[in-house]
């Protein structure tokens, strides 16, 4: 029945048509005339229509225009749709009509402006399908096009019809931004019609060859055909006309990052690092070649510090870096090189480090990229060379064109000796094959000591302990360390000689390792299993770290006995402390508490002051790890313990000062290398004694107002300067374990909106962002469940909304949360953090939601508490809650500073990479962004709603087409230009 009706609708409409076409009826006759057989609302019609009409139409081998202008009336009212006419026309295939098809190619020309769609989600489907086919019909026609010119060289219709192909074919790709995105997402949709696609672009791609023998005179075409046929048969998102890149700086965005890693990471394996800069590079929009220039000079900028740290990674791990960079990028060919050689363009920081060091700085840094110091260069030799002569190029023009005494004030100063950090690398490898070949025997005691001597005179043991934190080698070393330290550990029953240097060599491993672990945290540790070491686990349990002091209740774990405390109190008191037969881990376990009997006893009256001397004295000079377990006690005792008000009794810093201040020992028969374990106990015990410091530095702020006053000192030196130097990143750390991350995301904001002038602002952002990395998750949760709300909220931060400080918070949003996203098991860079990161992030999110609770108990609205989620769902609970705030937002139609915020937001998150923008977009409703569009339709260029919906699903594309043809629907004056 179906049937039925629709071939007599298609008879009555085919003789309506004729008898228009005999009658010459006008448009407007034949408008009313058809409603008498079309029903609007029934399917189908518009398309039986236009194929009447365009079958009618080419009858001939001239156009029937009467019909074409009928045609142009039925789309001006909607009797039809551009849909059915494109695919109508993309089915004609009377190429030996010549003048009928270009009589559709100007139709389709003549209506370029106005082709749309309006409907619902699949209309827009079957549109965007419509252009895909007129796309392989234009492919198809210019080939024939092609051919007949072949056959006839002098045809006039036959060459307009190429340059009309031609025309349209720009106009799909390039010539309408709104039009070339439906049609890429109509390629997406339909796997089949691309691949009629491709088949006509390989056909015309054959044709076009013959061009140059036919068209002469125009060479232009056949390069203009071939670059369109590419763009048409291509779906890569990236041929699109590209969005504006966001203003920035990429060292700035770096550097903070970088420093946060040297300094408070350096034994990292760079994985984190390397997911971080990637993401960095992505959303910065940089090539491998800019990211290879900043790291390069943020690094030689980090030199010019003089420290070891720093050394060590610009020349034995910076190439590493770069390598695993390499590893998670296409097409890296001439990458590294390019990024060197634009390192060149800072020669003015080139010739500084050169005034610093006694070397070029530059030929170091290229050199451990090149085959010399790795066995995978990433650089060629011919690459190594080119770089080498265009600095020294350089060099020679400065000193030609150098003045009197220009760089020669530098070079009054202290020099160092970078050559040292290779020394150092190669000494590494030696020493641990010399510990290696050594047998754990009494006999070579001597033997290892002297080694060690070596090792840890002048500053050397600094300069190792750099390079082996670089290049990977530190568990090796740290091994060895612990297996001498075990085995001497236990003297039993041998001479006094051999047991004098058990003793000494039990001591200097523990004075090395204790060092190790104030270098790099007891995180090196981890892996080392306890056994019945002493080591791990009272570095573990008790050691005092830089920022890390252990609970005083820990000291009760490492099970002390009373009866050994109380034989080596007998021994103290006596003046003398054996060495033979004794099991020095039990001794270093129970000292501490033997110095709680002594400072008892002095505070009791049992002993005087000359004889608490005295017994201090022996301990310190016995052996030097005394000091230390004592030290690590009275800090614990310091923070944890109850406060000490008797006057009788001195205070822990008292007694560390003491232990400090008592006089160099000599090198005896019973004290072997005494003089060098002496100075570094008191380094160790100066490092720890900073722990009091800064808790009574602590004690004394006052609701914060000191630390933040201390970190606007240190923020305005790094605004100075431009970077975050050494004892800088020291201090940041410092300010943001102290203060917490609430507080430090809330200092780091006010900074951001205390900016005014754009460049300024620039800067701003992309410094903040970058100390953002000291603990990235953490303080991208602060901002999103802390510090956005209470803004949005209006209570009383609404002027952080207005311009510029609105945007660029917006800015900074985007880039912390497309960072997380990206990195979603980054970590924190301070040493201090809890062990248990679920944990730790969980509270910080609930002390968040206190203030949130307070603000909807009103309403009774439930809002949940937050525990023990990892660290993934907690990020992912945050993104959809900011939408949540996002959507009340919008249900607004009235514009105000934070709709402002919303779209900012939305406007930075389009400038990402594809898959970042739908990332970070996806819980944004496709309704509340049709309502925005609908607001502010200058504000969404085209291409943006390919990248904020997911165009490799149905629902992704389906909702893209929808937007466009929303904007393409907006009248002119409001639209985005294309």
């Given at each position: 029945m179906t049937l039925d009706k629709h071939g007599a609708r298609n008879t009555a409409l085919k003789g309506m048509l004729i008898r228009a076409w005999r009658e010459r009826w006008t448009p407007s006759q034949f408008g009313t005339q058809i409603k008498t057989i079309l029903n609007k609302s029934s399917a189908g019609e518009d398309v039986e229509l236009a194929d009447q009409i365009i079958a009618l139409s080419a009858n001939g081998p001239s156009p029937n225009k009467l019909l074409?202008?009928?045609?142009?009336?039925?789309?001006?009212?909607?009797?039809?749709t551009y849909t059915a006419v494109l695919n109508s026309i993309s089915r004609f295939t009377k190429y030996n009509l010549p003048h009928c098809t270009q009589a559709f190619l100007n139709l389709v020309l003549k209506h370029k402006s106005f082709v749309t769609c309006r409907g619902e989600g699949d209309d827009y489907i079957q549109f965007s399908l419509s252009l895909v086919s007129l796309a392989a019909w234009l492919l198809n026609t210019a080939s024939n096009t092609i051919s007949r010119l072949s056959d006839s060289a002098d045809s006039k219709v036959d060459r307009d019809n190429l340059y009309l192909c031609l025309d349209l074919m720009t106009w799909l790709t390039t010539e309408d931004t709104l039009i070339s995105c439906v049609l890429t997402a109509g390629k997406l949709h339909?796997?089949?019609?691309?691949?009629?696609?491709?088949?006509?672009?390989?056909?015309?791609?054959?044709?076009?060859?013959?061009?140059?023998?036919?068209?002469?005179?125009?060479?232009?075409?056949?390069?203009?055909?071939?670059?369109?046929?590419?763009?048409?048969?291509?779906?890569?998102?990236?041929?699109?006309?590209?969005?504006?890149?966001?203003?920035?700086?990429?060292?700035?965005?770096?550097?903070?990052?970088?420093?946060f890693d040297v300094v408070l990471d350096p034994t990292s394996d760079l994985v984190q690092l390397t997911s971080q800069l990637l993401a960095i590079m992505a959303m910065y929009r940089v090539r491998v070649s800019a990211m290879v220039c900043e790291l390069t000079r943020c690094c030689i900028m980090g030199l010019n510090e003089c420290s070891d740290r720093w050394d060590a990674f610009t020349l034995l791990k910076l190439n590493r870096l770069v390598a695993k960079i390499l590893e998670n990028r296409k097409d890296t060919t001439g990458e590294v090189y390019e990024g060197l050689l634009r390192c060149l363009q800072y020669s003015h920081l080139l010739d500084i480090s050169d005034a610093t060091f006694k070397v070029n700085i530059f030929e170091m840094v290229v050199t451990s990229f090149s085959?010399?110091?790795?066995?995978?260069?990433?650089?060629?030799?011919?690459?190594?060379?080119?770089?080498?002569?265009?600095?020294?190029?350089?060099?020679?023009k400065r000193n030609k064109n150098q003045t009197d005494g220009e760089f020669k004030s530098n070079m009054n100063g202290e020099q160092r000796d970078l050559v040292n950090i290779f020394k150092a690398d190669t000494t590494l490898m030696t020493i641990i094959k010399t510990f290696e070949q050594r047998i754990a025997i009494s006999e070579s005691f001597e033997n290892l000591l002297s080694v060690m001597f070596h090792i840890v005179k002048g500053s050397s043991f600094d300069l190792l302990l750099s390079a082996a934190s670089a290049n990977g080698t530190l568990p090796s070393l740290l091994s060895k360390l612990l297996y001498f330290n075990k085995i001497t550990q236990e003297s039993m029953g041998e001479s006094n000689k051999d047991a004098q240097f058990r003793a000494a060599l039990f001591d200097m491993t523990f004075l090395m390792l204790i060092y190790m672990v104030q270098c790099f945290s007891s995180k090196i540790l981890s892996t080392v299993e306890e056994d019945d070491v002493l080591f791990p686990r009272w570095a573990r349990l008790c050691m005092t770290?830089?920022?890390?002091?252990?609970?005083?209740?820990?000291?009760?774990?490492?099970e002390g006995t009373e009866t050994l405390v109380d034989t080596l109190l007998q021994q103290v008191m006596q003046g003398e402390i054996r060495v033979q037969v004794i099991k020095w881990n039990q001794v270093c376990a129970s000292v501490h508490e033997v110095m709680k009997e002594i400072l008892m006893g002095l505070e009791m009256g049992s002993i005087n002051q000359e004889t608490y001397n005295r017994l201090l004295h022996l301990l310190a000079s016995k052996m030097c790890c005394f000091p230390i377990c004592i030290a690590s006690w009275l800090v614990s005792s310091e923070h944890f313990g109850e406060q000490n008000l008797s006057r009788t009794r001195p205070s822990p810093l008292e007694?560390?000062?003491?232990f400090v201040s008592m006089p160099e020992g000599e090198d005896s028969d019973t004290r072997p290398f005494f003089a060098k374990r002496n100075i570094m106990m008191k380094n160790i015990l100066t490092i720890m004694r900073k722990e009091i410091i800064a808790l009574k530095q602590n004690e004394d702020c006052d609701n914060l107002t000191r630390l933040s006053a201390s970190f606007t000192k240190l923020w305005d030196s790094m605004w100075t300067q431009s970077q975050l130097t050494l004892q800088g990143t020291k201090e940041m750390a410092r300010l943001y374990s102290t203060g917490g991350t609430h507080w430090y995301v809330k200092m780091l904001i006010s900074k951001l909106n205390s900016q005014v002038y754009s460049e300024e602002v620039s800067k701003c952002v992309d410094i903040v962002f970058s100390l953002m990395h000291i603990d990235l998750p953490a303080c991208t949760l602060s901002l999103l469940i802390n510090t956005i709300p209470t803004i949005l909220s209006g209570d009383g931060h609404m002027e952080s909304l207005c311009y510029p400080a609105g945007a660029t918070l917006a800015r900074l949003t985007v880039h912390c949360l497309a960072a997380t996203l990206r990195s979603k098991n980054s970590g924190p860079y301070t040493p201090n953090k809890?062990?248990?990161?679920?944990?730790?992030?969980?509270?910080?999110?609930?002390?968040?939601?206190?203030?949130?609770?307070?603000?909807?108990?009103?309403?009774?609205?439930?809002?949940?508490?937050?525990?023990?989620?990892?660290?993934?769902?907690?990020?992912?609970?945050?993104?959809?809650?900011?939408?949540?705030?996002?959507?009340?937002?919008?249900?607004?139609?009235?514009?105000?500073?934070?709709?402002?915020?919303?779209?900012?937001?939305i406007e930075e998150s389009i400038k990402l990479e594809a898959a970042d923008c739908c990332a970070l977009l996806s819980p944004l409703t496709a309704s509340v962004l049709y309502h925005l569009v609908r607001m502010e339709p200058a504000r969404f260029p085209p291409q943006a709603m390919l990248r904020i919906f997911d165009t490799s699903s149905a629902k992704g594309r389906r909702n893209a087409l929808t937007g466009l043809c929303l904007l393409r629907n907006i009248p002119p004056e409001k639209l985005p230009e294309s």
């Open positions: 074409l202008d009928l045609l142009d009336h039925s789309l001006a009212s909607q009797l039809t339909d796997l089949d019609l691309q691949q009629e696609l491709i088949m006509a672009a390989k056909g015309l791609s054959k044709a076009v060859e013959q061009l140059h023998t036919i068209l002469p005179s125009d060479t232009e075409i056949q390069k203009q055909l071939m670059n369109l046929t590419q763009k048409l048969r291509s779906q890569e998102l990236s041929l699109l006309p590209e969005i504006d890149k966001p203003k920035s700086n990429l060292a700035l965005a770096i550097q903070s990052l970088l420093s085959s010399d110091k790795r066995k995978s260069p990433l650089i060629s030799e011919t690459e190594c060379k080119q770089l080498l002569a265009a600095r020294q190029s350089q060099l020679d770290e830089p920022g890390n002091v252990k609970p005083l209740e820990s000291f009760k774990e490492l007694v560390l000062d003491q809890r062990k248990y990161r679920s944990v730790e992030l969980s509270e910080l999110c609930n002390q968040a939601t206190v203030r949130v609770k307070l603000r909807k108990a009103g309403s009774g609205e439930a809002v949940p508490t937050l525990t023990n989620a990892s660290q993934e769902q907690l990020i992912m609970k945050a993104h959809n809650s900011i939408y949540q705030m996002f959507n009340q937002i919008c249900m607004t139609s009235n514009k105000n500073p934070k709709l402002e915020f919303v779209y900012s937001f």
